[in-house]
């Protein structure tokens, strides 16, 4: 899938899925995440559209992508159990790793 069929709801809903099993989200928990990953999404997207149009400053742009990320997981750190943080951090540094082979970055062995 090229960059220009990306779709934000469909990458959610895997992100979501994968939560859900992962942490054993309560309903609750689900919905709020589910509004954070949305607004977090949509912002980046407005993000990406800003830069294309402006012809861009992409190292501000990832400067400010890396900050809203980070603000994106102390809003998740603020829904998630103690033990359920511990876990979403294991997930996400997996899915990194993976970013990294498929992208052929270096390798961290």
Do not use: C, H
């Not at 469909?10 to 099993?21: H, P, S, T």
């Not at 054993?24 to 149009?53: A, F």
């Not at 809203?68 to 997930?91: C, F, H, N, P």
Request: aromatic share 4%.
């Amino acid at each position: 899938m090229g960059p220009g069929n990306f779709d934000p709801s469909a990458f959610i809903d895997r992100q979501m899925d994968q939560m859900k099993e992962s942490l054993d989200l309560t309903g609750d928990q689900e919905e709020q995440i589910r509004d954070i990953l949305t607004e977090g999404s949509e912002s980046m997207q407005n993000m990406r559209e800003e830069m294309r149009n402006s012809g861009g400053d992409f190292e501000g742009m990832r400067e400010r992508m890396q900050e809203m990320r980070e603000d994106q997981d102390s809003k998740i750190k603020a829904v998630l159990t103690e033990e359920q943080w511990g876990k979403y951090e294991v997930m996400q540094e997996e899915m990194r790793e993976r970013r990294g082979q498929r992208s052929g970055g270096p390798s961290q062995n």
